[in-house]
């Protein structure tokens, strides 16, 4: 397996989000050696809208985007909602989207950067009923498994996971 020694990665969510759309990619990036941070609106624990609770590691308004070298966005459409009202988590989707760094989404969780304002001219793909949403943002929406445009890894659902995980620590890895 790939090598993520030495690579921080910023998991952002909250409530409501997929469950096996942070765990999977999680397992992922710890069995390759990165370091996991859970990053949301406030502190304490979220939990998934199956269940899976997890303690937040970092409020994201007292984050330092700089000190992350990837952002993972899981989805779930409670948690993607909520989080693009957070003005602390949209500033911090900007910050990698401005400086090109790894940005790793799945499903719903694609919505924040729509108002990170970072798609434009990107190709990517997300749940079907983001795909308008998308569009005018300025990104080529398209449906297959995973795409990788640059700096932006993105997949449509959970089925994809085993694609998306593969791509998301290539991009790390850089």
């Known amino acids: 397996m790939a090598s993520l020694d030495?690579?921080?990665?910023a998991f952002l969510l909250t409530d409501g989000f997929e469950d096996s759309e942070l765990t999977s990619p999680w397992n992922t990036v710890v069995e390759a050696?990165?370091?996991?941070h859970l990053l949301a609106p406030s502190e304490g624990t979220v939990t998934g809208?199956?269940?899976?609770?997890q303690d937040?590691?970092?409020?994201?308004?007292?984050?330092?985007?700089?000190?992350?070298d990837a952002l993972v966005l899981p989805g779930g459409t409670g948690n993607a909602d909520a989080l693009r009202l957070d003005e602390d988590a949209v500033a911090f989707t900007r910050h990698f989207g401005a400086q090109t760094k790894p940005v790793s989404v799945i499903c719903h969780g694609a919505w924040i950067l729509t108002?990170?304002?970072v798609?434009?001219?990107?190709?990517?793909?997300s749940f079907p009923s983001l795909r308008t949403d998308l569009r005018n943002a300025?990104?080529?929406?398209?449906?297959?498994?995973?795409?990788?445009?640059?700096w932006l890894v993105s997949s449509r659902t959970p089925d994809d996971l085993p694609a998306f995980n593969r791509e998301m620590v290539a991009a790390i890895q850089g």
């Open 33 to 36: 050696g990165g370091t996991a």
């Open 138 to 150: 300025g990104a080529t929406w398209v449906d297959e498994e995973v795409v990788v445009d640059q």
């Open 49 to 53: 809208k199956n269940g899976h609770t």
């Open 115 to 117: 108002d990170a304002d």
């Open 119 to 125: 798609l434009g001219g990107r190709r990517m793909t």
């Open 56 to 68: 937040v590691d970092v409020v994201v308004g007292d984050a330092d985007p700089a000190s992350y």
């Open 6 to 9: 030495g690579k921080t990665v």
